[in-house]
T-cell receptor, first 114, second 113 residues
């Protein structure tokens, strides 16, 4: 079955540590996205990538980094510079066929930093 | 910049009641509009979409009409079920979609039997 996988589902880290969240898709989509979800805040765009080896900052990129070395993969690193890293992180992808606005989401990773 | 405003939740209804969740937007140009649904502990799923004025999106008994004159995209369903309990997000895409969507804050819907 085609889809997006994110791992792990729950992640716990100590303050000051970097942590990398995994996102893989087998939908052959060109574009991939990372969003952050906080209670009562909706989703906010962290980074996006429209093509391999290229990515752009979203609205809240500070304290995060990404890479896009393969079409299928778009890992997100939450660095120690991110002041409030505890959140629910959602990865999404989209392609030309159905319009980029129609995004497919993974199940999310809930990160807790203490 | 672009923005989406949704009615505050939670919205609590009895089973078989009529549902309306209001959504208004501010955007440049002619955005595409979407409703996404999120069930507890999961990612978002596309519920329906409309790409131009007066289009009606529909799916699973839900409907929404793209109203350019009122910049609105209200979600409706004639008879809700307990299984419709979820968080609903209105979203827009004004840049062709490849640079991400702008989401509202979400409306938590609770359906009581």
């Amino acid at each position: 079955d085609g889809g997006i996988t994110q791992s792990p589902k729950y992640l716990f880290r100590k303050e000051g540590q970097n942590v990398t969240l995994s996102c893989e898709q087998n939908l052959n989509h060109d574009a991939m996205y990372w969003y952050r979800q906080d209670p009562g805040q909706g989703l906010r765009l962290i980074y996006y990538s429209q093509i391999v080896n290229d990515f752009q900052k979203g609205d809240i990129a500070e304290g995060y980094s990404v890479s896009r070395e393969k079409k299928e993969s778009f890992p997100l690193t939450v660095t120690s510079a991110q002041k409030n890293p505890t959140a629910f992180y959602l990865c999404a992808s989209s392609g030309w066929g159905q319009g980029f606005g129609e995004q497919y989401f993974g199940p999310g990773t809930r990160l807790t930093v203490t | 910049g672009d923005s989406v405003t949704q009615m505050e939740g939670p919205v609590t209804l009895s089973e078989e009641a009529f549902l309306t969740i209001n959504c208004t937007y501010t955007a440049t140009g002619y955005p595409s509009l979407f409703w996404y649904v999120q069930y507890p502990g999961e990612g978002l799923q596309l519920l329906l979409k409309a790409t131009k004025a007066d289009d009606k999106g529909s799916n699973k008994g839900f409907e929404a009409t793209y109203r350019k004159e009122t910049t609105s995209f209200h979600l409706e369903k004639g008879s809700v079920q307990v299984s419709d309990s979820a968080v609903y997000f209105c979203a827009l895409d004004s840049g062709g979609g490849a640079d991400g969507l702008t989401f509202g804050k979400g409306t938590h819907l609770i359906i009581q039997p």
